[in-house]
């Protein structure tokens, strides 16, 4: 009988406070990739607007690029999708693509115009169009997509 008191207490299994201590440390780690998953899903989220937002501004910016820019079309107040490449300080638009809402801002800078003294004086030759597409409810600028470029008529004469 001696023989199996000494055996069984030499068998100590886990305590109930040993238990307790590895359930908290499993807690705390399993709460640790519980954050990163929702993290993983608010980047993945993100990165999902930005694609759309993306194809948006490439989309409007594909249409400025098929406007001829003629003397006829350099004066025309722009509008999508029937307007033109008139200067602007930046009009905005919402639209939605696989339904979400974005704000579209467009601006139209004239960078350099006919000299005074010459046929059609003042009128742009160049200009930088700017299209930025920002999420509806975004919180960082970070989130807004920009894409920027330059259009030139051909206008006869050195400048």
């Known amino acids: 009988m001696d023989l199996m008191n000494k055996n069984s207490r030499q068998q100590q299994g886990f305590t109930l406070l040993e ?9 705390i780690i399993g ?4 954050s990163l998953f ?8 993100n990165a999902n607007d930005r694609e759309l937002s993306m194809a948006i501004a490439q989309k ?11 003397a006829q079309t350099r004066q025309v107040a722009y509008s999508f999708p029937n307007g033109g490449l008139a200067a602007t300080s930046g ?5 939605t693509n696989a339904g979400r809402s974005y704000v579209v801002r467009m601006v139209i800078e004239d960078l350099s115009s006919v000299p005074a003294g010459k046929p059609d004086a003042g009128s742009p030759t160049v200009k930088r169009l ?16 920009t894409i920027v470029t330059q259009r030139s008529t051909q ?3 050195t400048y």
């Open 31 to 34: 709460l640790g990739i519980a």
């Open 60 to 70: 409007r910016m594909e249409w400025l690029r098929t406007i001829a820019f003629t």
């Open 38 to 45: 929702t993290y993983a899903i608010h980047a993945n989220s």
């Open 155 to 157: 206008v006869t004469g």
């Open 130 to 145: 700017q299209v930025s597409v920002t999420p509806v409810g975004a919180i960082t600028a970070f989130e807004t997509v």
């Open 19 to 27: 238990a307790a201590i590895a359930l908290v440390i499993l807690m």
């Open 91 to 95: 009009v905005s638009e919402t639209v």
